[in-house]
């Protein structure tokens, strides 16, 4: 009744709703939503520069990932970047469904290569003090949205944890970043992942320097290979394209004659 006398506005464009929901986001927003249609890694997901990188970006190129394969269902930008926002920061837990539903399809991306027996599902842990703060981990939230459609698939929130705090990743370069995670987290249930495959599932995507480390925790204590999904990735800015300019012959300037 309150939803009807007193419409909300989209939180996304700020549009007066027109259909009451517990996701207080329009129609047109959520179908501007979609999935990466560039080329992409395939190893790591990032935009590849050109059609002849061999499919493997510069990064993969240089240095074998930790992981085997990952893989997002979108760009981090706009209504998905605004998306994971209302649930992360504005505590919107409706928002947990939709974005699952897209993590389960970046996970159907991996289907192929997750051979017969399904890995493990391990959420990126959130520290102790975050986790009372936030209240809930979203990345775990996001997980369970998305083993609703994916039968099989069993998820174990005691696999990885997060034994010390860190400093926000924002602004920080490559090289601060690992240094930042370094002994971050820790294995405490070995016996769950001894010889098998984890699926290590996240928000987003930034730099790789997270999962990189958790994958690196997972395989040193047993696992046998870490695949990554998440909702979204940062995605490398798009290739300008170019532009011929057809070259224009100057005009001869003929020498007068006496």
């Known amino acids: 009744m309150l939803a009807t006398l007193f419409p909300a506005d989209c939180r996304l464009c700020n549009v007066p709703l027109t259909r009451i929901s517990r996701l207080p986001i329009c129609q047109t927003c959520l179908e501007a939503i979609h999935p990466t249609d560039c080329q992409i890694c395939v190893l790591c997901g990032e935009r590849l520069e050109s059609e002849f990188a061999e499919g493997l970006c510069g990064m993969c190129r240089r240095v074998e990932p930790r992981f085997a394969r990952a893989r997002a269902y979108g760009a981090y930008e706009g209504g ?3 998306l994971i926002h209302l649930l992360k920061y504005d505590h919107v837990r409706p928002a947990a469904r939709l974005l699952g539903r897209m993590l389960a399809k970046a996970v159907e991306d991996l289907r192929p290569d997750l ?17 009372r703060e936030r209240g809930f981990n979203q990345s775990e939230e996001i997980a369970r949205a998305a083993l609703r459609l ?25 090289h601060q970043r690992r240094a930042n995670l370094r002994g971050a987290f820790a294995v ?4 769950d992942i001894a010889a098998r495959d984890v699926l290590l599932v996240d928000d987003v995507f930034t730099t790789g320097t997270t999962v990189s480390e958790c994958a690196r925790v ?36 003929l020498a007068a004659t006496a």
Do not use: N, W, Y
């Open 80 to 82: 998905l970047r605004g």
């Open 115 to 131: 051979g017969d027996t399904l890995p493990v599902v391990v959420p990126v842990p959130l520290h102790a003090a975050r986790l």
């Open 150 to 174: 994916l039968p099989g698939f069993r998820m174990s929130t005691r696999v990885l944890v997060r034994q010390r705090a860190t400093v926000s990743q924002i602004g920080l370069t490559r």
């Open 188 to 191: 405490a249930a070995p016996e």
């Open 218 to 253: 997972l395989r040193r204590s047993g696992a046998s290979r870490v695949f990554v999904a998440t909702v979204a990735r940062v995605l490398k800015a798009e290739p300008a394209a170019v532009v011929d300019h057809p070259i224009k012959e100057e005009p001869v300037a």
